[in-house]
């Protein structure tokens, strides 16, 4: 099957550069957390004509003619949305992440009122209060950290500081925390203290629908996450939450709005313009995906691999952020490797072996963001793509040998023909190999 032909003959330099990204993805262990491989279904719908429509507003109250069945592509992703995290309200228009974040901060927050964030360095992310961020630029945040000896976070420190400070948000979250977060116990504390809870569940997502891990939906005012990572969908967000303000008459006495409404009128007309309504599309067809029985099985798996991978690395050697995991990624602690701050440079090693994961700062990060002393991995990719335990007994011997060589190229060089050999048995999407 040829889908190159009309790229091809169209634009020969796109076609080869997007040959070379499919050899790379299919010859590669991909490790990135935050990454994953659509199905060809979601390929499809993102490459649909939809791309060709405008569509400013919500269902039913559109800005322009020709919406009709636009409409009922966005109802449907809505729809699948509310049945998929049981939530009251979905908002799936948001473009990505940070854009959805953006949004609730623009509808519960005033400028310069404080929040409380994870910090960026222990696990958190740069839209949960970086100073860097429009987070951290336009509204003042106070940072909960991890405990420095466990590396864990501890919900009774967390409650002592939002009493102290008096939040009018409160982020839970994380990015690169291999730990289970207690939305409930965060839910507590918001509600002691007048805060709204922002559960920003982007890496978790997929885990969430497929049982593998605590929802937030029952609890938390706002939820955002992104539509890919552990949820397999296309780059994109999407907003949900309850109804009703249950703080309304503190925070927005002024507003006739609810919950739902303000959300919706932060996304649109506050920030966004037209959505982008091919990725719509294809957030209804990876939500239907979800919806499968056998999507609670491959959230499951990520799991069980990452639980695998953890306790391998740590036979070989591998120090670990608090010696494991709980969810789908792991973060290795390269201080006792003699590598402070070569978090890049290990990174640059594992990729010519043909493993790709991120550079990443530790808990308490004695070098900087730009030189980390740490790595981010974990396994939704490689789940999508059927491995199981076996297979992260190979990937950790290959991460170990690169890291203790202190990413010696000839090292590099001989992982690389390992990894090509496990990645023949594994191909991206069957029938379009290219793989020989």
Known sequence: MNLMNELNNSDFEVADMLLRELKRQEEGIELIPSENYTSRAVLQAMGSVFTNKYSEGYPKKRYYGGNEIVDEVEILAIERAKELFGCEHANVQPYSGSPANQAVFFALLNLKDKFLGFNLTSGGHLTHGSHVNFS???????????????????MDSIHKLAVQEKPKMIISGLTAYPRKINFKAFQEIAEEVDAYQLADISHISGLVV?????????????????THKTLRGPRGAIIMSKIEDRLHDIHHPKSKKNLAQLIDS?????????????VNAAKAVAFGEALKPEFKDYAKQVVKNAKVLADELMSLGIKLVTNGTDNHLILIDLRPEDLTGKGGIIQEALDDAGITLNKNTVPYEPSSPFHPSGLRLGTPAITTRGMKESEMKVIAEGLAKVIKSK??????????????ELTKHFPLYPGLSILK
Not at 136 to 154: P, R
């Open 136 to 154: 951290g630029k336009n509204y003042v945040c106070v940072s909960y950290d991890v405990d420095e000896k466990t590396e864990m976070l501890v």
């Open 210 to 226: 497929g049982d593998a891990h605590q929802s937030p939906i029952p609890y938390a005012d706002v939820v955002t996450t992104t």
């Open 266 to 278: 932060a996304v649109f007309p506050g920030l966004q313009g037209g959505p982008h309504d091919h």
């Open 407 to 420: 990413g010696d190229a000839s090292v590099s060089a001989e992982i690389k023909k390992s990894i090509l």
